[in-house]
């Protein structure tokens, strides 16, 4: 499964948007991208994934870009409680996951 | 649905001390995995069962053993516990298809808060 690379933090404002990059350059053709956050260190919850098109729900959007090496979650009005660590993940056919360090948003009032 | 439960919240062993941490999921998910998550890092896969009655290695396997016990449970035992295993740990549970992995959304239990001193 592809390695991924985040920024290790990042602050927003409360009801603007947030968006947060990763970088998954060796991705192959079958491995998807996923985004899970962690808030005060409870279990990740999921945020939502894509292949190679563009992916929006009632969470969040994800772009990825057509050659599929970087992708951006966007929050698209973040409130105080989006505060979590984000975690890009890009996993294969194995059905592992495997994390990184993440990226820190802070969103301040 | 409990979802995924994990028992117990938390525990302190002795250096040498045994413990088995029990998972459960009552979404009828095939494949489970257990996850541990030091202080400041993401997670790292320990061991995952793909469907009942099949145990794989992850990442850090060294000092645990797994039992898929049926469809619902996935225990993961420390034998001889050590400082290097305090840690958080976390069962997840996924639907699959047949023929391997879908492409669903990985649900993560709440954690054991384990220290071994």
């Known amino acids: 499964d592809a390695k991924t690379t985040q920024p290790p933090s990042m602050d927003c404002a409360e009801g603007r948007a947030a968006n947060l990059p990763c970088n998954h350059s060796?991705?192959?053709?079958?491995?998807?991208v996923y985004w899970y956050r962690q808030i005060h260190s409870q279990g990740p919850q999921y945020i939502i994934h894509?292949?190679?098109n563009n992916e929006t729900n009632e969470m969040a959007s994800l772009i990825i870009t057509e050659d599929r090496k970087s992708s951006t979650l966007i929050l698209p009005h973040a409130t105080l409680r989006d505060t979590a660590v984000y975690y890009c993940?890009?996993?294969?056919?194995?059905?592992?996951?495997?994390f990184g360090q993440g990226t820190t948003l802070q969103v301040k009032p | 649905n409990a979802g995924v439960t994990q028992t117990p919240k938390f525990q302190v062993l002795k250096t040498g001390q045994s413990m088995t941490l029990q998972c459960a999921q009552d979404?009828?998910?095939?494949?489970m995995y257990w996850y541990r998550q030091d202080p400041g890092m993401g997670l790292r896969l320990i061991y995952y069962?793909?469907?009942?009655?099949?145990?794989d290695k992850g990442e850090v396997p060294n000092g645990y053993n797994v039992s898929r016990l049926n469809k619902r449970e996935f225990s993961l035992r420390l034998e001889s516990a050590a400082p290097s295993q305090t840690s958080v740990y976390f069962c997840?549970?996924?639907?699959?298809?047949?023929?391997?992995?879908?492409?669903?959304?990985?649900?993560f239990g709440p954690g054991t808060r384990l220290t071994v001193l």
């Open positions: 993940i890009v996993r294969g056919n194995t059905g592992k996951l495997i």
């Open positions: 060796t991705i192959s053709g079958n491995e998807y």
């Open positions: 894509g292949l190679k």
């Open positions: 979404m009828n998910h095939n494949s």
């Open positions: 069962s793909a469907s009942e009655g099949t145990t």
């Open positions: 997840a549970s996924i639907r699959t298809l047949a023929g391997g992995p879908s492409y669903n959304e990985q649900f």
